[in-house]
């Protein structure tokens, strides 16, 4: 899987596009065959918009942490306890997003034997610009040869780019606009920092995203989704003659707690709208940090997700207790008359282990507690494993993919959990995504099993994750001396020293994964 090499041969196609704008507007006309997830979230509009098919490419070389912290000369346990990582994917100047979109996405439409004739939208979310006005979907158009009416651009906003680029796609095969074709998305990002605490946060990869209608993770309703917007500085890249950003890391972790908490607060608020649970219920539950059978999160390093999913028990601490802080202001207003017949009205206590000061606090003074943060740990472990293990099992050992993050949790997940054939309908998976500056957005897709009326593909679950294999393929990569990385670090950065023309010198024989799978 490496870059793209020339014409690519496609075997049997699908319908070509009218074909199969008519068989998806046949089987989508009306509501699809009731399925386990339409069964228990009965909301939504029957068409099932979600995702079809993941592809994922990774460089081929990877870096142990438990070796680049030896090599660093840092404590034991710096990187792979302090930040939760087992490895990171390195590559040099002989690779680009350019070439590693191309990779990914000819990987997709060959595995799933795609007709590149049967898609109407591509879209790329990077942050890794190889050209500051051409934009890599347009370079993607090599892959469609007799397809030029496709859809899409690429969009930039740090991490969040991908997530942008697949909410256009799901709210174009929502519309009325679609014209039954597919959509795809291409998430694709190398990470790279410069000497100091970030570099062990390096990583590189690009995730290929099928989608389409009657889908096996569906956005069942479209509204379960909050989005947070704010303008700040935690991460950013003015200086144009350099891959490295400008990170401010306490900040970037306050701002990415800031983004979770509102994102999932104002989420929350809402499922439970739609689910008719009002703030007095009594007969229903809250959607809460354990509702979901499955969380996915953008991981710029694992041990920043298991806090953040932390902080999601923390705000069902703060709301349970805001509740009951109503609860007895109401009480200590009934007549004297009740009261006197022995009504205890007692105060709300503090719910589990945490400290009852930690809950009533303004919110932004609780994110340095060292203390709490070991509760939040603590109460949140078991869940943590049971929830979020499988989705960052990838990203542990190929490191930061920015805008790829969250798509390779979610290949993860697929991979990890639908190989073990747990990922069944009716199941559930919530995705927070993250970029700085800040844009982020919490949505919630649904396991389902798709049905056919025999004139539409139907994609599952579990062929999606007989195509990923991606624990296997993961296992198969070569690791380097952690020298390898400055050594890659450094061509990358002569390659945007010197501009075009360039000729690698990174070594890449017997290194890069095949072309084609």
Not at 200 to 223: E, M, S
Not at 320 to 342: M, N, P, T
Not at 483 to 511: C, F, K, N, W
Request: charge should be neutral; proline fraction near 4%.
């Amino acid at each position: 899987m490496t870059s793209h090499t020339g014409a690519m041969a496609v075997g049997a196609t699908v319908a070509g596009g009218i074909a199969l704008r008519q068989a998806f507007n046949r089987s989508n006309s009306k509501d699809t065959k009731t399925t386990t997830a339409s069964t228990t979230t009965p909301r939504g509009n029957g068409k099932n918009v979600g995702i079809l098919a993941l592809e994922v490419y990774t460089p081929r070389t990877y870096i142990s942490q438990t070796a680049l912290e030896e090599h660093s000369g840092v404590s034991a346990g710096r990187y792979t306890l302090g930040l939760g990582q087992e490895g990171l994917a390195v590559t040099g100047d002989a690779e680009d997003v350019n070439s590693m979109a191309l990779t990914v996405t000819h990987s997709l439409l060959e595995k799933y034997n795609i007709d590149p004739n049967s898609v109407g939208r591509l879209e790329v979310g990077t942050e890794t610009l190889v050209d500051k006005s051409k934009s890599t979907k347009t370079v993607l158009m090599d892959l469609f040869p007799n397809n030029t009416d496709i859809e899409g651009a690429t969009v930039i906003n740090a991490c969040y780019g991908g997530t942008s680029a697949l909410l256009n796609a799901f709210n174009w095969v929502e519309s009325d606009a679609w014209d039954g074709r597919y959509a795809i998305v291409v998430a694709v990002d190398i990470a790279t920092y410069a000497r100091g605490p970030a570099r062990p946060t390096c990583g590189a990869g690009a995730v290929a995203v099928l989608v389409g209608r009657n889908a096996p993770l569906a956005l069942v309703d479209p509204r379960e989704r909050a989005t947070h917007a704010s303008n700040v500085y935690d991460f950013f890249k003015p200086d144009h003659s350099v891959e490295y950003p400008v990170v401010n890391g306490a900040l970037s972790q306050e701002c990415y707690y800031r983004a979770l908490e509102d994102c999932y607060s104002k989420f929350c608020d809402r499922v439970d709208r739609l689910n008719g649970v009002v703030e007095e219920s009594t007969d229903k539950e809250h959607f809460n940090a354990e509702t979901a059978d499955y969380f996915v999160f953008h991981a710029p390093y694992n041990k920043l997700v298991q806090k953040s999913y932390g902080r999601m028990h923390f705000m069902d601490a703060r709301r349970k207790y805001a509740k009951d802080l109503v609860r007895k202001d109401s009480e200590e207003k009934k007549d004297d008359e009740d009261q006197q017949q022995g009504e205890n009205t007692k105060p709300p206590q503090s719910p589990g282990l945490i400290a009852k000061e930690c809950l009533t606090k303004p919110i932004e003074e609780t994110y340095s507690d060292k203390a709490l943060e070991g509760t939040l740990k603590s109460i949140s472990k078991a869940s943590y494993i049971q929830r979020l293990s499988d989705a960052n099992a990838a990203s542990k050992i190929v490191g930061n993919t920015y805008t790829a993050s969250v798509f390779l949790g979610l290949a993860s997940l697929v991979d990890k959990a639908g190989s073990r054939g747990d990922l069944t309908a009716g199941k559930t998976a919530v995705v927070f995504s993250y970029g700085s500056g800040a844009l982020a957005t919490m949505y919630r897709l649904h396991l389902r099993d798709p049905t056919s009326n025999g004139s539409d593909r139907v994609f599952t679950i579990d062929d999606m994750a007989k195509k990923l294999d991606l624990s296997a393929r993961l296992a198969t990569r070569e690791e380097v001396h952690p020298q390898e990385l400055d050594l890659a670090l450094e061509t990358r950065a002569r390659m945007h020293r010197g501009g075009a023309p360039y000729s690698p010198v990174y070594p890449t024989i017997g290194r890069m994964f095949p072309g084609k799978s």
